[in-house]
């Protein structure tokens, strides 16, 4: 838990800069290089079918490389941004981009489940590097556009998961896994990309001046609350996300017998809808506010996810497309939402809630995947049609009186 007994470290409204000084260059430039990233990422899951019948795997086996993944960047990422808070290091995030590489490349090759787990592991490594220290960089780039600036960060990377099925559709599944090792080529060019990013952020902040935090107190133990609430929040998305990624393409199999191929363009819509939302979430907030983009985004999607495991295939495809997109327009938010809570721990803070959100995927696709195997993967959907429920916590968050800048 971040540091909020000092009062700087809890100011409810910490001065931002001018919205002339974004840079835009910049915020694109990790936008894409997010979208490589998360195009590694998504590949993973994918691609679950074919390495389910290649490998012959149970649905506990594919919850289980989610977990692997998932939970070893939960652990460090947190880790990362703590440090990267203390000793700020930019032009880390280019290794992040060659682990990411390595982790790919070695699934395209591996002989057996344990190194496909490995595989696996080390995509989870290159998260934990790049995630923390890219959001800091977009804050800074942001010229006081916080909300705007993590969106457009976050687009890339819902934008690459997207983009993960259509490449296993039309390049993985008739060309065979080995093809993988060639799509992960583009993690280079993100890598060298990434170490001018990083030169660039290590020039701005030392040329920029830190500024003391001002504005209305808000007691430690408020803000614990407000950061548990969030952590919630996060981890009410995270299970319902991870029963689409993970689960998605099985369920329309076994429920519509779509071929494999079929189902990987569906969830390439999912996922391209929840990218626009991510990038409407952090627009609409710096508007309107934070709080009121997270009230939307979790208990929005309830009626949607409800009607999810009762209608047939054209009404799935559209509802699951709102439901991405309804959802995923939290994930700006809350990061912000937490940044301003604790002035000063850019990076904790994102480790700490990109962390949860992998880890809490993680977990979720290891329990779903044993409930899938016990009570098929229909029921799973129907449980958790009824997770948006959740997102009434969201009335405990501070308001934007006791939060000025949120």
């Known amino acids: 838990m971040p540091d909020v007994s000092h009062p700087a470290a809890i100011s409810s409204a910490s001065p931002r800069p001018a919205a002339s000084g974004t840079a835009w260059i910049v915020l694109w430039a990790l936008s894409l290089c997010h ?117 457009l960060f976050q687009l890339g990377g819902n934008f690459g998961q997207s983009m993960g099925p259509l490449l296993a559709a039309f390049l993985v599944v008739p060309l065979g896994r080995p093809v993988i090792g060639w799509v992960a080529l583009f993690a280079l060019a993100g890598a060298a990309t990434l170490w001018r990013v990083g030169a660039w952020a290590e020039g701005r902040r030392r040329a920029s001046k830190a500024s003391a935090a001002i ?26 996300m991870a029963s689409l990624t993970s689960y998605y393409t099985f369920f329309l199999i076994e429920k519509f017998g779509l071929s494999a191929q079929a189902s990987q363009v569906m969830l390439f819509l999912l996922l391209f809808g929840a990218a626009a939302g991510v990038m409407l979430g952090g627009i609409v907030g710096d508007r309107v506010g934070a709080r009121k983009v997270i009230w939307f985004s979790i208990l929005g999607a309830l009626p949607f996810s409800l009607l999810l495991p009762h209608v047939g295939l054209a009404a799935t495809a559209v509802l699951t497309l709102l439901v991405g997109a309804i959802m995923a327009s939290a994930a700006p938010a809350i990061v912000v939402f937490a940044q301003e809570l604790v002035p000063g721990r850019v990076g904790l803070i994102a480790g700490l809630f990109f962390g949860f959100a992998f880890g809490m995927g993680g977990i979720a696709a290891a329990l779903l995947g044993v409930v899938a195997d016990a009570r098929g993967i229909e029921f799973v959907y129907l449980l958790c049609s009824f997770l948006p429920v959740l997102g009434l916590a969201t009335v405990l968050l501070p308001k934007p009186k006791a939060l000025a800048t949120v």
């Open 35 to 151: 979208m490589v990233n998360d195009i590694m990422q998504s590949l993973l899951s994918a691609i679950y079918p074919l390495l389910r019948e290649e490998f012959a795997l149970s649905y506990a086996q594919v919850g289980l490389m989610t977990f692997a993944f998932q939970v070893t960047a939960s652990l460090l990422q947190p880790a990362v941004g703590m440090l990267t808070d203390k000793h700020p290091m930019p032009k880390s995030l280019a290794l992040g981009m060659l682990t990411t590489f390595a982790g790919v490349t070695l699934l395209s090759q591996a002989p057996s489940y344990g190194w496909l787990l490995v595989g696996a592991m080390l995509i989870g490594i290159g998260s934990a590097v790049f995630h923390p220290e890219s959001s800091r960089v977009a804050r800074l780039a942001s010229g006081g556009k916080f909300g705007t600036a993590q969106s």
């Open 215 to 240: 504005g209305p107190l808000m007691a430690r133990n408020q803000v614990v609350a407000a950061i548990a609430v969030l952590a919630l929040l996060s981890m009410t998305k995270a299970f319902y």
